[in-house]
């Protein structure tokens, strides 16, 4: 593959991580665009399009996270892309490399981005060992272009390419995904997204989308890849254990940075196989758009969690008043954690001091679930199987941070300057603004009577309704049975009887 360094002013933008390898060939006036390939799993530059783009205005670029936008090129009014449906290596986190497939050397497929009333042209080669196709979620397209092999169109052979082609009609955030092969191309990372800017009125306004400062777009994806192993299997239909927003998991998810003050657009789209509440910490936002388009204002009211369901986007929208590191992360507790968080036996309660050690001898991988949760396992110097991640590998400037998967920071800075993207670093909190130890004397805590079984150590047997006899008794003579002692009726005829005494029964102490 050819490759060239051509959108060096796009990129120009500079203050980034890395820069994409973007490139176009020397084929860029023959039939086909030459496929621009992306070697990097860092967030990149918003991508703004040279020159003329088609029936759009300027607009706000988003920045895909730990993701890229593909460049087009224009020819005769339309807008070329050619995206390459092939096997990739992506890096889901430092340390963590995973076989997929995808598009364009990366998993998920770069962002597509035009505007609305953009006449588009998608070139799709399949560089796969299997036919693929391409179907463009959410979009308003002739049907021929709707990309269901079978149904819409023949599916893509291996080595074949084919061509869609079609306006973009609506704004909104949609996406892109086979529908050939699914339950396998999707579970090995095919997937991308796609953004249509709205074409603004001449004070350049649209009436339901607002202009932002920052506006971010991620897939949710999932993927099962046995600890050691490197690639997914593609048959588990849920019990994934590597929970991804871009083909990446916390600590490898870069952070969401905006000014203070900033308005803030997070489209989210997921392609999972179980819906995901993402909850942003530190702030309301609104609904602003779907999958369906925008959201009307009349009907949008404040959250801080989003639910979304599969196959479903969500656009999401705040405002970054609040300084300050500010968790975002999917509220299903197993959903930010990483692989080795899975199949671990409880031991809450259970004392095994003294047995790792034993067990270790004759298996050395032999871990077990701390006696007091699993907080300890953040800072057990444990052995992992290479190319894994531990369940909670994140460290924050107080400590180790007790989560990893779908997870990442929205980091709110006065300082930040406008359009930098770069991560600002740990938050300083002002001096006095912390959660703090306290050092004083702890009042012992009132805590109500317990039950009087507990409490006395006394059993009363065959007490019924109040006519509880003596002889029946459990007497204050003799020693109290242990609290462990069963409730046993007197009679057979009375298997029901509380163990607890009636209200009215007299309690016998002689
Ligand atoms: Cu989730």
Redesign the pocket.
Known sequence: MQRRQFFQGALAAGAFTAAASATVGRHALAALPEPVLQHSAATAAPWVPPGVTGAGLPYRPVVTLNGWTLPFRMRDGVKEFHLVAEPVLREVAPGFVVNMWGYNGQSPGPTIEVVEGDRVRIFVSNRLPEPTSIHWHGQRLPSGMDGVAGINQPSIGAGKTFVYEFQARRPGTFMYHPHADEMVQLAMGMMGMWVTHPKLDARGRHPLIEAVQRDYCFL?NAFDVEPGAQTPTVATMFDFNT?AWNSRVFPGIDPLVARLGDRVRMRMGNLTM?N??IHVHGVEFEVTGTDGGPVPRSARWPEVTVDLAVGQMRQIEFLADEPGDWAVH???SH?TMGPMGHDVPTMIGVDHRGLVGKIQGLAPDFMVMGERGMYDMKQMPMELPPNTLPMMAGHGQFGPIGMGG?LTVLKVRANQAPDDYRDPGPYAFPSGSVAFEYRGPVPEAVRPPSPPQAAHGEVRRGAQGGHGGGAHGAHGAAPPPSPATPATPATPATPATPATPAPAAPVHRH
């Open positions: 949710l929970w179980i995901h509440p999917c509220h299903k959903h779908m």
